[in-house]
Each structure stands twice: as C-alpha cells, then as structure tokens.
C-alpha cells in the first residue's frame, strides 16, 4: 500500500491545519488508519487512530483538540487538528495496520509558531 499525505505546514498557535491521507495499491483488510508524530529528538508516537470499526484512540496531549475521520469510498484517512500548541510541532505520518504488520507515508512538516 501506498500513502500520501498532505496538509501539513507553518500555523501559528491557536490555528488549525488539516492532514489528509490517501491509500492507494493493494488494500486488503485494513486493521485500522492513523497517524503518528515524531519531533526532533523524540520517538514516533501515536497520535490517532480509527479502526475497520470505527473505534477511535486519541493521545491523551491531543484529545479534544484534534480529530480523526475517515473515508471508506476514497481510502482516505484526515486528521483535523485545533488549537495548535508548538509541542503540536513534529513530522506527522499516516499509516495503516494489517494484522501484524502496517505500512507508513512519507511524513509531512507540522510546524506551530509561538
């Protein structure tokens, strides 16, 4: 599978961005789409996920400030994200998980300016 994500960009605090994701290629049973952050010196970590369920996790730093969606016709997955704060800065990555694997996305720049 593929993605591309996109959206990404310089915000001041308080702004608001919206990623999108598409997936494209051989998409068979999807566990769940998501994305993740990493900043400068820091491990990836999750940001949110959606699962083939609809079931959906948030990172406790981002919960009611930032949302995920879905659509299931185009393959898509979006991140619409609030209030921004410059911890919010970090490349953000979209992935999909398979059951025991998942494949991720190039990345795109989030940077929040104080």
């Known amino acids: 599978v593929q993605l591309q994500a996109s959206g990404g960009g310089l915000v001041q605090a308080g702004g608001s961005l919206r990623l999108s994701c598409a997936a494209s290629g051989s998409i068979v049973s999807l566990n769940f789409m998501g994305w993740y952050r990493q900043a400068p010196g820091k491990q990836r970590e999750v940001v949110a996920i959606i699962t083939r369920s609809g079931s959906i996790t948030y990172a406790d730093s981002v919960k009611g400030r930032f949302a995920i969606s879905r659509d299931n016709a185009k393959v898509m997955v979006y991140l619409q994200m609030n209030s921004l704060k410059a911890e919010d800065t970090a490349v953000y990555y979209c992935?999909?998980?398979?059951?025991?694997?998942?494949?991720w996305g190039q990345g795109t720049q989030v940077t929040v300016s104080s």
């Open positions: 992935s999909v998980g398979y059951s025991e694997t998942q494949d």
